[in-house]
């Protein structure tokens, strides 16, 4: 049974940091594919950070310089380090991994966690 379970949500002040982990468990954890989203009320998800198909982090503008993606391969868990943080990064984080991720391809992600909640207060 393919598992992602986030964890390291919560509620910070605006200018905080937090660090979320994403424990996959079920599947061959291959390194690449795997991606934090994030989903606010009555806003689209938007992709936050990646690892893509050729070992890259690639983050969203609106991260860009604040958040850190990272993984521990020998522990299948991937990272999202979140630091001078913003009321408007307050949102539901996801996990996610590609269940067939090729080198240099396109990454589909198809494996979702639950979600942890991030709250940033002014």
């Known amino acids: 049974q393919v598992q992602l379970v986030e964890s390291g949500g919560g509620s910070v002040q605006s200018g905080g940091s937090l660090r979320l982990s994403c424990a996959a468990s079920?599947?061959?954890?291959?390194?690449?594919?795997m991606a934090w989203f994030r989903q606010a009320p009555g806003k689209e998800r938007e992709r936050v950070a990646i690892?893509?198909?050729?070992?890259?982090?690639v983050y969203a503008d609106s991260v860009k310089g604040r958040f850190t993606i990272s993984q521990d391969n020998a522990k299948n868990t991937l990272f999202l380090q979140m630091d001078s943080l913003k009321p408007e990064d307050t949102a539901m984080y996801y996990c996610?991994?590609?269940?067939?991720?090729?080198?240099?391809?396109?990454?589909?992600?198809?494996?979702w966690g639950q979600g942890t909640q991030v709250t940033v207060s002014s």
């Open positions: 690892i893509d198909s050729y070992f890259r982090n």
């Open positions: 079920g599947y061959t954890y291959h390194g690449i594919c």
């Open positions: 996610a991994a590609s269940s067939r991720p090729y080198y240099s391809l396109a990454c589909t992600y198809d494996y």
